[in-house]
């Protein structure tokens, strides 16, 4: 048995793992793994495993950053699934390069970005992503695909959907610029910088550094998944009806509903801060649920305690079913 790494700090065991640093690594242990139960885990940064997984660990170690620009100012940068997604948007802030920033600080790898569309401070990883190659683990064959073939949705590609369990990311590519223009659509980034003029890349990346940390826990600190729960969008009486009884509740119009925070409802539901044995519901953002036994054994029992309690209190309070954004493996 070996330990899995993940930022929830829960100490669970896989099988076996096994790591590649190329295509063709890959290609050998998918030809191992023929029959065998396995998943693909990147950084481990939006999964918790309530229990041990009985079954092989694959984990991408491809590393790399290659940019090339063009002379219209717009360069392209190839990565690696398993480079560091912070440390990649770090690379690109130094050098100068506009369209990542607002996704500063996110944990995880380029590939587990790519599966789920991390989004933050008001972007998203498919409106910088140009295209994403993966192999295939049916035959081992690279297939590159435009990012209009992904389907890519509020924490949603077609990796979860028709594409699930048939492709392993190995690299994405991304749309940069020299000469872009801050995003200041996250309110609170907005507000910081509502007095000053020509925001730099480094001023965007410094504030959400403390943007961030003031809301969620450092990894290295307390586990946790970032957000534990997806935003849920509610039909039109749902919303209508909370509403009347809650004027200030904070709500988005989108597609097909009302998005309304997670973190409020929990939060209006008195469990901000909640604890159980060594897990909680973090006191700062609601959304976040945390493990305070770091690397603990058995740390997941807690947590998972935690997360269904805080799913039964919004479903009896609230009539809204929330739904885990992080991936459950049990
Ligand atoms: N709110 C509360 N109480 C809480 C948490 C939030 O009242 O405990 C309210 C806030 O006051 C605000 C609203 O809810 O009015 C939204 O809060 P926030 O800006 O913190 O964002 P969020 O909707 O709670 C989402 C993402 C985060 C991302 C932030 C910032 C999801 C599931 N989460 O959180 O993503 O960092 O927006 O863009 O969409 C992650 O996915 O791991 C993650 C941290």
Redesign the pocket.
Known sequence: MEKIDNTFGVGAMCREKMEFRNDEELRECLSKVVGKKFMVVGGGANILFVGDYDGIVLHSKIKGIETTEDKEGTTLAVVGSGETWDEFVAEMVKRGLWGVENLSYIPGEVGGAAVQN????GDEFSNAAEWVEAISINDGTLRRFDISELGYGY?WSEFKGKFKDKYVIVRACFRLRRDGKPNLT?KPLAEAFADTENVRLTDIRAELEKIRWG??PRPEEVGSA??F???PVVGREVYESLAERYPDM?HFEVEGGVKI????L??RCGL?GYRHGTAGVWDR???VMVNYDLGGRRAYEDVEYVYRHVIETVREEMKIELEP?AIIIR
């Not at 991390?118 to 401070?121: L, M």
Request: glycine share 12%; no cysteine.
């Open positions: 991390i989004g933050a401070y924490r996250y809301k969620l970032g957000s729960f997806k935003n904070p925070p997670a973190g409020w929990i939060e901000k953002q609601a959304l954004e």
